[in-house]
Nanobody, 121 residues
Framework: QVQLVESGGGLVQFGGSLRLSCAASGSIFSINAMGWYRQAPGKQRELVASITSGGRTNYADSVSGRFTISRDNAKNTVYLQMNSLKPEDTAVYYC???????????????WGQGTQVTVSS
């Protein structure tokens, strides 16, 4: 089994910063891309940022220049540094990982449980 555990969400004022973390554990052989998604009330889940195992990053236009994704491959952990936060960034943030299972070699996406980020105006 593979688990993704997120932390770091909370309430912050407009213009503030938060850092999200997501640690993967379990029967992991390797992890390809990791990413962060978010879902605001009444909206579809959207990609915020992603990072490959080699460190190549991709950002949604709405967060480019304000958010930074990074990862520690030795710890199977991905981070999202969020600066200059706006009320429209308010959402539940989900971690995602493309995992190759140890033993079976089976590959699939895994999701974290989500962490709430609320930005007050």
């Amino acid at each position: 089994q593979v688990q993704l555990v997120e932390s770091g969400g909370g309430l912050v004022q407009f213009g503030g910063s938060l850092r999200l973390s997501c640690a993967a554990s379990g029967s992991i052989f390797s992890i390809n891309a990791m990413g962060w998604y978010r879902q605001a009330p009444g909206k579809q889940r959207e990609l915020v940022a992603s990072i490959t195992s080699g460190g190549r990053t991709n950002y949604a236009d709405s967060v480019s220049g304000r958010f930074t994704i990074s990862r520690d491959n030795a710890k199977n952990t991905v981070y999202l540094q969020m600066n200059s936060l706006k009320p429209e960034d308010t959402a539940v943030y989900y971690c995602n990982a493309d995992v190759v299972r140890s033993g079976s070699g089976y590959r699939r996406d895994y999701w974290g449980q989500g962490t709430q980020v609320t930005v007050s105006s």
